[in-house]
């Protein structure tokens, strides 16, 4: 049987016709299933991030519980027996006529003890910190620090409330925390500034401090209370950062999100 | 003989590799410029000598002389793009010497006259295996690629384009020439015009990708 020409022309066109839609096929294909992968992928990173801040969470918890039952062991038995030796030295000193000094330094020493134990006891207590605001844990936290009189702690905030849940701001309590013992243990800072303000739906929080500054890319890759800082603002769909000009002091920056936080 | 278009989608991607692939940082991907340049002095040439000697003298010799260095380089290429996924050495070494063992058979027995049809068929059938290697291996693995400014992927979508494409072509290459000859339907021509445009695009889009990449 003769071909035409037109039937091998058609023949041809039809076949590269085909082969190319089956080419074009293929890379949708292609297409399709990267997209897929994509999106796989996304959901993993997800999960492990979901994982990652349940994980967080739960630790959080436990060191909320271990921490209030520090505060209890602290407020109910070694403040106990403290206040009892308080008042057998203020027999003591009623039945002596001449009361040595040393016996008042030691007594007012005893009595300075018991203030700072009900004061620790007060800020590890997670109950009492649900009761008010970061705000005002701060300024308990800063009188505290201040009644040593060898550290100045100055709080510059125009606000009184902050809109967070009571269970992020005892997170946030706890990273200002580790920030002022960073300060004061390890900067050996005298003069410390924390200011919060809010700004375009967001809170802003830095705590400046005259110590002689840390190398902040070595630090931040190995300290333990930065990392955990770091883990807890995290977990708050928060920003946190160290600026340090040696010797000129430490700024931590911290900023967190207040609206549209939960989604 | 109709203008062949294919020159100008060839030098419209020559200027695109040159403007694109200039940056040293773009690698081995500036041989696309040497490559491309070749390519259109090659096809001027070919039309030139069809249509200076009034259609009387073939250009086969010259297209036989150019398909070593486009299968060597394209097979270079997709060696190049696919090192990354799996070990293409085997596939690039053994297509190129099935390839060269048909062409040298070819240019013995027709003395070069003739078109190299059947080391052509070859040639596309391996570097369509090699490009079908390719995405089977990029969808294997687990990362995913950004495809609209995956360069790489661009350049073998071109190529499977064409050597798919010219398939039909090449099993009916006889009849067409026939068809060419006796009634002046340059099918052929026509398919390969619309292909080079999808081939061409391809490795221009490619380009830009690679561009973008380096700024």
Sequence with gaps: M???????????????????????????????????????????????REFEKQLMQAQLEVQEYTFGALSEELHDNIGQLLSSTKMLLSVTERTIPQVPDSLKTATETLSKAILDLRSLSKSLNQEWLHQFNLIENLHTESDRILASKQ??????????????????QVILFRVLQEALQNSIKHAHATEILITI??????????????????DVTKVSRSGVGIINMKHRIK?????????????SGTKVLISLPFLNRRS | ??????????????????????NKKVGWWRAFIAFLLLTVCVETAAYAIVVLSHRTKSNHWLHNLFLPVETVFTGWILYKISITYFNSKPWTLTGLAVFFFLYFYE????????????????????IIIMCCLYYYYLLKQDEYITITKHAAFWIVAGCFFFYFGTTACNLFYIYLESINIKQKIPIRFFIFAALNFIFYASWSYAFLCKYRQTI
Aim: net charge negative; with cysteine; charged share 15%.
């Design chain 1, 2 to 48: 003769q071909v035409s020409a037109n039937d091998i022309i058609l023949i041809v066109i039809t076949i590269t016709s085909i082969f190319l839609l089956a080419a074009a096929f293929l890379l949708f294909y292609v297409s399709l299933y990267n997209e897929r992968k994509k999106k796989h992928l996304e959901e993993k990173v997800n999960m492990s």
């Design chain 1, 151 to 168: 550290i100045q702690v100055s709080l510059d905030t125009p606000i009184q409330n902050l809109p967070l849940e009571p269970q992020e």
């Design chain 1, 197 to 214: 303000q809010t700004r375009d739906n967001k809170i802003y929080l830095d705590l400046t401090d005259n110590g002689p500054g840390f």
């Design chain 1, 235 to 247: 977990l708050l769909n928060g920003d946190i950062q160290w600026q340090s000009n040696v010797p």
């Design chain 2, 1 to 22: 003989m109709p203008f062949p278009f294919v020159i100008l989608f060839e030098a419209a991607c020559l200027v695109f590799s040159i403007l694109f692939l200039a």
């Design chain 2, 107 to 126: 240019s013995i027995r027709s003395g070069f006259t003739e078109y190299s049809i059947l080391a052509n068929s070859m040639a596309s059938v391996w």
